[in-house]
């Protein structure tokens, strides 16, 4: 339990190390490195692994774009560039196919199910936090080995459950069961949230007679915005990007999320399906890519602050 | 702190006494707490620890799709550890994990030391980094697919342009090179996240340290070894079970690439369960396979936290 413990502490402190660091950071000892050897040691080195880690969306881009012929007359033309770009694909994508509707369901099933998520993170991390009810520390710790089982290992079982049910095929089998995974780390990277705000607050309204839910919306909430925030964008992009329950409880074509129908509908084997795989692919990245690029802080915070904890 | 929120509830009672026994209880923190966890536990409860156990359960049994099942021992356990294909599943798991994950492991940390360096545009470096884990698993594997195409493969044509091979490289359909090629659009998808959040321990650690370590002379490898590693060990703990769990379970990245294919050399354990228990049928069998590994993830599990306890202790922590 000592553990468990010292990780709550530490959840409280990281909020706030990343401003002592820039606190703290002078010059470093950047300055006794010459521009030469920073080039070798430094840049050519980042350069390399940025051209790796992005050249995958280069191409996946160029790709949805490039006329069918250019696709495999690699010989005839530089394949690294169009000089006639064509929607082709990306109408095809868009007006002939279920694609739009399957956007929609993606998008519908991770809303719903972050918004229940973020409800019930918000409950059980004040719940665990601030009202320390026996036992709190040991679910709070429950919570967390939740965070550990991996969906591999539950869709099978899970699968007859929802059958037994009758969600099967249906979009709210994974709008329940997808907060199982956002849950756990929802409520860890709030819990990190709600103890850094003041329990002197909460205590003054205690006394001036709020109760315990009037406290919850009016105060703790508006001051865990920015854990709120992190812990939205978080979960959505965990939903968007989830396969295997999805594979397993979804089966009619129109009922699908995209992921799933990229690798199952798309796959016909046409020589040239490569152009609208390539859009299906750069459609469903690119809305995460934008929501990513608004909240770019409150993203890094959430993935290192679940870590941390 | 925290006994101040223990004591609140008591002082209110005895300001007050006339107060009703269903007062008395609306104010007691514990059944307050029960409610505010209710919704939590009550998802995680039905549909995680529920399943966990029916998996179990389910792999004892010759449950089928569409037919429920009867006890029948541990008969899906002996039939796979007769099954070739079950074996080389699991080692194509351990491979999978421990080739990825170390490779993860030294690339993300030596990204995130060039990250923590002065650098100019680095807020956008760093924005641009993170997105390989944005992008949705499938979504990347797919573009791996093309990238790892038998005829048009780009990375094929560059070396043949570069007269370094005159062959393609058949990335997929060789037993090998398909597992090479997995494991590296694994790692691909895994470095970020590994770099961001050791970048993230990494801006803990005091540049006063390294200072006074440059002035008594310590090189580079030894500010290295003997601060930055000390110090980033517990976020290095946490982070690498993370990823070697999530590595060791992983399912999206191969069926999008591979299926397990070819001739299930690249067959995961997670992916081999579900061939046999979704598209098989074979809900009992494809239960055995999951749960045998629930005894790989409690030994990852278990290190991590050893590692964690071994070095709170060596730090000065209380050990209870």
């Given at each position: 339990m000592s553990n468990v413990g010292a990780i709550q502490d530490s959840a409280g402190r990281q909020a706030t190390a990343g401003s002592n660091a820039t606190a703290d950071h002078s010059e470093g000892m950047g300055y006794l490195e010459t521009l030469p050897r920073r080039v070798v040691t430094t840049y050519i080195p980042l350069l390399l692994i940025l051209f790796v880690l992005l050249f995958p969306f280069y191409w996946m881009a160029l790709t949805a774009v490039k006329p069918d012929h250019q696709l495999i007359e690699m010989d005839k033309v530089s394949p690294f560039w169009t000089w006639e770009p064509t929607?082709?694909?990306?109408?095809?994508?868009?007006?002939?196919?279920?694609?739009?509707?399957?956007?929609?369901?993606?998008?519908?099933?991770?809303?719903?199910?972050?918004?229940?998520?973020?409800?019930?993170?918000?409950?059980?991390?004040?719940?665990i936090v601030r009202l320390r009810f026996k036992g709190a520390v040991t679910v709070g710790a429950l919570i967390f080995l939740a965070y550990l089982v991996p969906p591999s290992i539950l869709f099978i079982p899970l699968a007859t459950v929802i059958y037994k049910v009758g969600l099967f095929d249906t979009p709210l089998a994974l709008i329940l069961v997808y907060p199982t995974i956002l849950i756990p780390f929802s409520t860890w990277l709030l819990m990190g949230y709600f103890k850094t705000i003041p329990y002197e607050l909460e205590e003054c309204a205690l006394i001036d007679g709020a109760t315990r839910a009037q406290i919850l919306i009016k105060i703790i909430l508006p001051l865990a915005v920015p854990g709120l925030i992190s812990a939205f964008i978080f979960s959505f992009t965990?939903?968007?990007?989830?396969?295997?329950?999805?594979?397993?409880?979804?089966?009619?074509?129109?009922?699908?999320?995209?992921?799933?129908?990229?690798?199952?509908?798309?796959?016909?084997?046409?020589?040239?399906?490569?152009?609208?795989?390539?859009?299906?692919?750069?459609?469903?990245?690119?809305?995460?890519?934008?929501?990513?690029?608004?909240?770019?802080?409150?993203?890094?915070?959430?993935?290192?602050?679940?870590?941390?904890? | 702190m925290a006994n101040s929120v223990a004591e609140m509830p008591a002082r209110q009672t005895s300001f007050r006494s006339e107060r009703t026994a269903w007062q008395k209880l609306k104010a007691s923190p514990n059944w307050l707490g029960f409610w505010y966890m209710m919704p939590a536990m009550g998802i995680l409860i039905l549909f995680l620890a529920y399943p966990l156990g029916l998996g179990v359960w389910l792999s004892f049994t010759d449950t089928k799709i569409g037919r429920a099942g009867v006890f029948i021992g541990l008969e899906n356990y002996i039939w796979l550890w007769e099954d070739r294909v079950f074996w080389t599943s699991v080692f194509n798991t351990l491979l999978y994990t421990t080739v990825a994950s170390a490779a993860k492991f030294v690339i993300g940390l030596y990204l995130a030391l060039l990250l923590n360096k002065h650098l100019p545009f680095k807020a956008m470096i760093r924005a641009l980094v993170l997105i390989p884990f944005i992008v949705p698993t499938?979504?990347?594997?797919?573009?791996?697919?093309?990238?790892?195409?038998?005829?048009?493969?780009?990375?094929?044509?560059?070396?043949?342009?570069?007269?370094?091979?005159?062959?393609?490289?058949?990335?997929?359909?060789?037993?090998?090179?398909?597992?090479?090629?997995t494991i590296f659009a694994n790692v691909w998808r895994g470095v970020p996240f590994i770099a961001i959040t050791l970048l993230a321990g990494l801006q803990t650690v005091s540049p006063s340290l390294y200072e006074a370590a440059t002035l008594d002379g310590a090189t580079p490898w030894q500010r290295f070894r003997h601060i930055t590693y000390p110090l980033l060990t517990p976020i290095i703990a946490v982070v690498m079970t993370f990823s070697v769990l999530f590595t060791f379970t992983d399912f999206q990245l191969i069926w999008a690439l591979t299926r397990g294919g070819p001739v299930n050399a690249t067959h995961l354990m997670a992916t081999l369960s579900y061939q046999r228990a979704i598209i098989a049928g074979q809900l009992g069998e494809g239960a055995a396979i999951s749960t045998a590994m629930i005894p790989f993830l409690l030994a990852a599990i278990g290190i991590a936290w050893y590692g964690l306890q071994t070095r709170k202790w060596q730090q000065g922590g209380s050990n209870e």
């Open positions: 929607f082709k694909h990306i109408h095809k994508l868009l007006f002939e196919s279920d694609y739009p509707r399957w956007l929609w369901n993606t998008m519908f099933i991770a809303t719903c199910a972050t918004f229940i998520s973020l409800v019930a993170s918000v409950l059980a991390a004040y719940a965990l939903c968007w990007n989830e396969f295997i329950y999805a594979l397993t409880f979804l089966s009619s074509t129109q009922n699908k999320t995209v992921p799933v129908a990229i690798v199952n509908e798309f796959v016909d084997g046409d020589i040239y399906r490569w152009g609208s795989l390539m859009a299906g692919a750069l459609a469903g990245s690119l809305p995460l890519v934008i929501l990513y690029a608004f909240f770019v802080e409150h993203y890094v915070s959430a993935m290192t602050g679940a870590v941390k904890e | 499938v979504l990347s594997a797919i573009a791996f697919w093309w990238i790892y195409d038998a005829q048009f493969s780009i990375i094929s044509w560059s070396l043949r342009q570069l007269g370094w091979i005159d062959h393609n490289i058949n990335f997929l359909g060789d037993v090998w090179n398909a597992r090479w090629s």
